[in-house]
Structure formats: structure tokens, C-alpha cells
């Protein structure tokens, strides 16, 4: 049974200056499998029945199922539909430990959701008001934008903290003890290539020998420790840093795109579609609305960084830490 293999670690990345990560995907569904990461995870089963696995946990769930998890926790739902594909039937978000440390430490008014963090660490099922109000709120963050979307998450948070009676802890064992909280020691030094090495040609026979690894293991093995194909991790990193670069400079569209490491501006701009859902001069205009270009005098610094990193220097290593990873959204498989 599938509940007995080890779990699949999965890298989760963030849109460009946004708190949390909000999805919908239908199932069967590449990311519908026993994994884990290293965010908290709301998930709500909007369509169907099945079998739930929550660490040591497995039950049944229904139709509006909502379930919180915590960092590292392995988590799955089997639908008893067989092959049938289930539109939009799981719809979560994801938010770092980091935001929810900010949120509990800067604000003593969310006290009780620091007790609703900590007992995610198991797992929890939510019931009555709180469910219901919970996905009522999970629905209304997907199509809201700047401050309404995190005004939204934060009366989310504060909606499943309220009444401890209607939540159900799950799985009986918290996972530090019997998963690793990062990929394999050869998945880092793959994603830490891609990360310093992202705006110039990057092939995966290069990356794949760097592992001591033939090229289509190693393709395989990269996919079972990120959820993601090389191609697809390696043009969104280039997204994600064009997206800086088009928020905080005034480079052109055809200067970022061979910044980043796209051969031409086609492609680039294609690929930046598929992922931002705009175009990169709509994206500039939508994030101006919020920021104002660096001085001229720190662009460069802006480039730099955004190209190497925080340290600002090709010739320094970038750690890449895993809750910031990177998700497929775009490029060839």
C-alpha cells in the first residue's frame, strides 16, 4: 500500500512578494501522492470520498474535509473513484514556519494561534462553524488581491484557532523523528547548481554528473526528491528572478529575459505567461502600482543580488534554503 512507502519530500515555492501560496488541482494529480515539505498546509477536499493518511493516522474523509498540517508531517488523500479525474477537487494553502513565527510573535492578539501551530505538528481535522467558516475563507483568498487576500489569511488563521473543541489532532507521532527535513545530500547540491548557475546554460547532464549519476536516473531521482522535473525547476527560478528584476529596475523585457538565462525573448515571454499569467510588461505595471523602481544609483546592486544571490558576488556559494524551493509551473518536461 502506498501508505508504506517512504514519503516523497516536495519543494514548494512562493509567488513573487506574496506571504503564502494558495492552489486548486484536480485529482488524479502529480502532487496528489504521500509527500511532504516543510510548510504548514491547509487542504480542503472539495469533491469526493476516500482514505486519508495524516502521519500514523489513516481514516476516512468526506466531500468539505479541512485539514491542517504542520512542517514535515507525510500527508495524502486516495479518492474511491479509481481513475476518474475529480475537478478542482483539492484546494489548500501553504505559509512557511517563518510567517507563522512573524504572525504569533508581532501580534500577542494571535496567541491561541500559536497553540493552533503547535498542534499541527499532528495533524488536525477540523469540524462544525470552524470548517465550514474555514473553507468559506480558503475559497475567498483565491481571488483576492494585495492587503483584502491577507486580511483574509490572517481571519483565516484566527477562525481555526478560535474554538479547540471543533479540531481533532490525528496522527499520534510528530515526524522529526522518522523523516529527514530536507532532500537528499545530492537533491541540495542539484538545486544549489540550478540556484547559482540559473542565468547561463544549464544542462542536465552537467547537473546529473555533478551527482555522480547518469542523466536519466538522475532525471528520475530529481523528480521523486522535488515533485518537479529539472526543466521546469530551472525556468522558474529564471521567472522568479525576472520578476524581481522587472519590480525593482528599469531594465528592459529583452535584457531580463537573457539576464535570467532565456535564449530568446519569445520563449521568455511564453513561459512567463504560462506562470505569471500576464505578460512581463503587465507584471511591471502591476507590481509599479506597489513599488517605485531602486534608485538608479542600487540597481546594479539589485541585479546583482537578484542574480547571485544575497551575497551579491558570482564567485560566493548561494545557499538555497528548502521552504523556498521551487515548484514546476513552466518550461519543456
Given at each position: 500500500m502506498e501508505r508504506k512507502s517512504v514519503p516523497v519530500y516536495e519543494v514548494i515555492v512562493f509567488p513573487p512578494s506574496a506571504s503564502f501560496r494558495w492552489n486548486v488541482h484536480d485529482y488524479p494529480h502529480h502532487l496528489a501522492k504521500w509527500h511532504y515539505h516543510v510548510e504548514?498546509?491547509?487542504?480542503?477536499?472539495?469533491?469526493?470520498?476516500?482514505t486519508m493518511m495524516i502521519g500514523d493516522y489513516v481514516g476516512p474523509f468526506e466531500p468539505d474535509c479541512l485539514v491542517l498540517t504542520g512542517p514535515n508531517l507525510?500527508?495524502?488523500?486516495?479518492?474511491?473513484?479509481?481513475?476518474l479525474t475529480i475537478p478542482d477537487r483539492d484546494m489548500l494553502i501553504q505559509f512557511s514556519p517563518e510567517c507563522a513565527d512573524r504572525i504569533c510573535t508581532n501580534f500577542p492578539e494571535f496567541e491561541e494561534v500559536q497553540l493552533l501551530m503547535s498542534d499541527a505538528a499532528f495533524g488536525l481535522l477540523?469540524?462544525?462553524?470552524?470548517?465550514r467558516k474555514g473553507a468559506s475563507l480558503l475559497r475567498q483568498i483565491g481571488p483576492?488581491?494585495?492587503?483584502?487576500?491577507?486580511?483574509?489569511?490572517?481571519e483565516l488563521l484566527a477562525t481555526l484557532a478560535r474554538n479547540p473543541s471543533e479540531?481533532?489532532?490525528?496522527?499520534?507521532?510528530?515526524?522529526?523523528?522518522?523523516?529527514?527535513?530536507?532532500?537528499?545530500?545530492?537533491?541540495?547540491?542539484?538545486?544549489?547548481?540550478?540556484?547559482?548557475?540559473?542565468?547561463?546554460?544549464?544542462?542536465?547532464?552537467?547537473?546529473?554528473?555533478?551527482?555522480?549519476?547518469?542523466?536519466?536516473?538522475?532525471s528520475r531521482f530529481f523528480k521523486k526528491q522535488t515533485g518537479h522535473t529539472f526543466a521546469k525547476y530551472v525556468n522558474q527560478t529564471r521567472i522568479y528572478s525576472a520578476c524581481t528584476l522587472?519590480?525593482?529596475?528599469?531594465?528592459?523585457?529583452?535584457?531580463?529575459?537573457?539576464d535570467v538565462g532565456?535564449?530568446?525573448?519569445?520563449?521568455?515571454?511564453?513561459?512567463?505567461?504560462?506562470f505569471c499569467d500576464q505578460t512581463p510588461s503587465a507584471y511591471r505595471r502591476t507590481a509599479r502600482r506597489c513599488t517605485t523602481p531602486a534608485p538608479a544609483s542600487i540597481q546594479e546592486s539589485i541585479f546583482m543580488a537578484a542574480r547571485y544571490?544575497?551575497?551579491?558576488?558570482?564567485?560566493?556559494?548561494?545557499?538555497?534554503?528548502?521552504?523556498r524551493g521551487v515548484e514546476a509551473f513552466a518550461g519543456a518536461e
Open positions: 504548514y498546509e491547509l487542504h480542503l477536499i472539495q469533491n469526493s470520498s476516500g507525510p500527508h495524502n488523500w486516495l479518492s474511491d473513484t479509481g481513475n477540523f469540524s462544525g462553524d470552524t470548517a483576492a488581491q494585495g492587503a483584502q487576500r491577507m486580511i483574509l489569511f490572517l479540531r481533532k489532532t490525528l496522527s499520534h507521532r510528530a515526524p522529526a523523528a522518522t523523516i529527514p527535513s530536507r532532500p537528499s545530500e545530492r537533491a541540495e547540491r542539484a538545486i544549489n547548481y540550478i540556484h547559482n548557475n540559473y542565468f547561463s546554460d544549464i544542462h542536465l547532464t552537467t547537473v546529473a554528473q555533478l551527482c555522480g549519476m547518469e542523466p536519466s536516473a538522475f522587472l519590480a525593482h529596475t528599469d531594465r528592459s523585457v529583452t535584457e531580463i529575459c537573457f532565456f535564449n530568446n525573448i519569445a520563449n521568455f515571454n511564453r513561459q512567463f505567461v504560462k544571490g544575497s551575497n551579491a558576488s558570482p564567485d560566493k556559494k548561494v545557499q538555497v534554503p528548502m521552504s
